[in-house]
C-alpha cells in the first residue's frame, strides 16, 4: 500500500463484536467473538451472523479435505486447461464421496457430517476390486452393502 492509499484510509471505522459459545458434548465449551462491518441488528441478526460463520467454517473444512485427504495440495497439470480439468476431477471425486457419505448417513440415521471423509474414502478403495470383479448385478449388490 502506497503512502497515499494509507493516508486515504478513514480514521476510524465502525464495527459490531459478537459473542457467541461454541458447545461440543464432551469438549471445553468456547466462547468465541465475531467482529463484522455489518451494524444493522434487524438486518444482521445475530444468529443469522453466527449461522453464516459456522457455514463459512464449513467450507474451510471441505477445502481442507480437497487438499489433504485428497492430496490435492499439489497439482501436478502444467497448462491452465488441464490444470482444470484436474480441479474438476478433485471436485468430482470429493462430490462423489460426499454423496457415498450423505446416502450411509441417512440409511443408518447418522449425520453424514459426522462420518469420516477419509474413512469412507478407504473403505470404498477397499471395495474396488470386488466392484470391478463383479457383474453389474452383484456391484449394485456390493454397494448397497457398503452403505
Given amino acids: ?4 492509499e494509507f493516508y486515504a484510509l478513514p480514521l476510524t471505522i465502525n464495527l459490531r463484536e459478537i459473542y457467541y459459545y461454541i458447545v461440543v458434548p464432551g469438549f471445553r465449551t468456547e466462547q468465541v467473538s ?11 441478526s445475530t444468529l443469522d451472523i453466527v449461522g453464516l460463520y459456522g457455514k463459512r467454517w464449513d467450507v474451510e473444512i471441505d477445502l481442507r479435505h480437497l487438499k489433504t485427504t485428497l492430496e490435492m495440495d499439489v497439482l501436478r497439470c502444467k497448462t491452465p486447461s488441464m490444470v482444470r480439468k484436474e480441479i474438476y476431477v ?3 471425486a470429493y462430490n462423489l464421496l460426499r454423496g457415498l457419505m450423505w446416502s450411509s448417513g441417512t440409511t443408518y440415521r447418522t449425520p453424514p457430517l ?6 469412507t474414502r478407504h473403505h470404498l478403495n477397499n471395495f474396488i476390486p470386488e ?3 463383479a457383474t453389474s448385478t452383484k456391484r449394485l449388490q456390493i454397494y448397497c452393502n457398503a452403505t
Fill in 34 to 44: 465475531l467482529i463484522t462491518t455489518l451494524l444493522d441488528i434487524t438486518t444482521y
Fill in 1 to 4: 500500500m502506497s503512502k497515499d
Fill in 131 to 133: 466392484l470391478l470383479a
Fill in 90 to 92: 478433485y471436485l468430482l
Fill in 114 to 119: 459426522r462420518l469420516s471423509l477419509q474413512g
